[in-house]
């Protein structure tokens, strides 16, 4: 595998009025093409800001982050804005879905600003639905969806402009222990037959055992990096 990510002694401290508050303190790690990632942690340890930095939405005071061996931790917001469109998606917890537009025209939304045309958003927008199992849900809006359905509405966004990462932060957060297991094997099977990289944020350890690795963080340094055997869940659709 080659490699995707790496991160060199990144340092994050957040000013809070007159005192500073470290998150995250000389975090060196490399991420492979191709992995299947759960990063862990307890609020404050640093996941979050972790996340962030590797989405190109805050930047580090001091190190490195090379992604598919770049530089982007010291690029401009416009160029950011660039590599959070083209090589990210991202998953959220809380689904950011528009209210009252359908799953297709959902999924649909980020290719317009790279100027593609009607018909070859909505073919794009048809495949990665059919993908997520949703090719019969196209019309629904999401108020007409379950909360399983509105997360694969949203991974499907996140896969439609074919980013070699996925990150996915609390995908499982507002789901029942039951759709959880489903959005985790959707996740799995991405991994495993679209070769795609995914990295979780989660505090649940038994979300993260379907990761193929756990990252775990605790006052913003790393204290475990475990591949481990993941859970593997059959999904039906």
Not at 100 to 117: C, D, H, K, Q, S
Request: aromatic share 6%; hydrophobic share 40%.
């Amino acid at each position: 595998m080659s490699q995707l990510i790496r991160v060199e002694d990144v340092y994050k401290t957040y000013r809070m009025g007159d005192v500073e508050v470290p998150a995250l303190r000389g975090i060196n790690l490399t991420i492979e093409c191709g992995e299947f990632v759960a990063v862990m942690g307890s609020s404050g340890s640093g996941k979050s800001t972790f996340m962030n930095i590797l989405g190109c939405l805050d930047r580090p005071n001091a190190g490195k982050y090379f992604l598919e061996g770049q530089e982007v931790g010291s690029l401009r917001p416009n160029q950011w804005a660039h590599i959070r469109n083209q090589r990210i998606g991202f998953v959220f917890q809380g689904f950011n879905l528009l209210s009252r537009t359908t799953a297709l025209e959902n999924v649909e939304l980020p290719m317009m600003y790279n100027g593609f045309a009607g018909h070859e958003r909505h073919r794009r927008a048809l495949e990665v639905l059919s993908l997520v199992g949703l090719d019969k849900r196209l019309d629904h809006t999401p108020n007409q969806l379950s909360g399983g359905q509105q997360q694969r509405v949203a991974i499907a966004r996140a896969l439609v402009n074919r980013p070699p990462l996925i990150l996915a932060d609390e995908p499982t957060g507002n789901l029942d222990s039951a759709t959880s297991n489903e959005i985790m094997a959707l996740f799995q099977e991405l991994n495993a037959r679209q070769g795609i990289t995914i990295i979780l944020v989660t505090h649940e350890a038994d979300i993260a055992a379907h990761a193929k690795r756990q990252i775990i963080f605790r006052d913003g340094a790393v204290i475990a990096d475990n591949a481990s055997e993941q859970v593997v869940i059959g999904r039906d659709r």
